[in-house]
């Protein structure tokens, strides 16, 4: 059960933040099953491409907005790669 923290800790929270949509709901628990799906790996490594179908997220533009408003309103720490031979890392926060 505590595996699934993050996903009801960000549920908790984002009830007072008025910031949050329904795209950024669905990319974050996306994260949070991608995570479970790779052994609870700390870091995340993933690459956008391999997230987008999951969260049905179909444009890189609202891909990539959205993962940058979940770091910057802090609910997981984004670092990109930059490199397409190189999976960016996720860190969930919670």
């Known amino acids: 059960m505590e595996r699934c923290r993050p996903l009801t800790a960000f549920f908790q929270k984002i009830k007072t933040d008025p910031r949050i949509c329904s795209t950024h709901i669905g990319l974050f628990a996306t994260l949070v099953e991608y995570w479970q799906a790779n052994d609870f790996a700390e870091p995340l490594r993933a690459y956008a491409h391999e997230i987008m179908?999951?969260?049905?997220?179909?444009?890189?533009?609202?891909?990539?907005?959205?993962?940058?408003?979940?770091?910057?309103?802090?609910?997981?720490?984004?670092?990109?790669?930059?490199?397409?031979?190189?999976?960016?890392?996720?860190?969930?926060?919670?």
Request: hydrophobic share 30%; net charge positive; proline share 5%.
């Open 53 to 94: 179908p999951l969260a049905k997220i179909l444009a890189n533009t609202t891909y990539h907005r959205c993962i940058r408003d979940l770091h910057d309103f802090g609910y997981i720490n984004y670092e990109p790669s930059y490199k397409r031979n190189e999976r960016s890392k996720i860190y969930l926060k919670l």
